[in-house]
């Protein structure tokens, strides 16, 4: 089935400083991946909607300044938290799909857990 | 414009006895819906999806639900609950713009 690699699992890094998160479909083009916020026993919120060679969409209340996302290619997408504080500590969650077909689920990476110290 | 609703925050059955997740759903068209789960700290695993091909999908881990277009639901069963199966599940839509919608998520917890 659909693999999606998430990676780093886990960083932890100091207040101001940039982290990076990869977004890997390892056996299908996905010519859409979207990123995810998950904070504490809450839902996924949605953050942005990431299309191969064209700019994401963000959702409203995002800053897309502080929230980079690359979607290079068509198997990898990067979402870059600059300077990041400490409220910028959650779990991003990224997932891809087969665009196209409008009932193909969503294949979702393990998650990073971010922690800003 | 989609919307889910779960209706239980927290669910909590006994082992062995049967699962029931509630989810509504709010669509201008015929929605495509999905079943997560979602363990501590891990992604997120599809459990089941309606695709219109039949109203009644089943799913891994002995998951099934009902896609009920005259009370907009898409509520998630199990005959059986197993201690394996605590965890958080999100009945989610899907938009055609693939904008995905998640629900607030349901914690079901299994007494032994």
């Known amino acids: 089935g659909a693999v999606v690699s998430q990676h780093p699992s886990w960083v932890i890094c100091k207040s101001g400083t940039s982290v990076k998160i990869e977004c890997r479909s390892l056996?299908?083009?996905?010519?859409?991946m979207f990123w995810y916020r998950q904070f504490p026993k809450q839902s996924l919120m949605l953050m942005a909607t990431s299309n191969e060679g064209s700019k994401a969409t963000y959702e409203q209340g995002v800053e897309k300044d502080k929230f980079l996302i690359n979607h290079a290619s068509l198997t990898l997408s990067t979402l870059t938290v600059t300077s990041a504080h400490p409220e910028d500590s959650s779990f991003y969650i990224c997932?891809?799909?087969?665009?196209?077909?409008?009932?193909?689920?969503?294949?979702f990476g393990n998650g990073t857990r971010l922690t800003v110290t | 414009a989609q919307s889910v609703t779960q209706l239980d925050s927290h669910v909590s059955v006994s082992e062995g006895t049967p699962v029931l997740l509630r989810c509504n759903y709010s669509?201008?068209?015929?929605?495509?819906l999905f079943w997560y789960v979602q363990h501590p700290n891990k992604g997120l695993q599809l459990l089941l999806k309606y695709t219109s091909a039949a109203t009644l999908v089943k799913g891994i881990n002995g998951f099934e639900a009902e896609f009920k277009k005259s009370e907009t639901s898409f509520h998630l069963t199990k005959p059986s609950a197993h201690m394996s199966d605590a965890a958080e599940y999100f009945c989610?839509?899907?938009?055609?713009?693939?904008?995905?919608?998640f629900g607030k998520g349901t914690r079901l917890h299994i007494l032994p």
């Open positions: 669509s201008s068209y015929s929605p495509s």
């Open positions: 989610v839509v899907r938009g055609l713009d693939d904008k995905i919608i």
């Open positions: 056996d299908f083009q996905a010519t859409t």
């Open positions: 997932s891809a799909t087969l665009t196209g077909t409008d009932n193909s689920p969503l294949h």
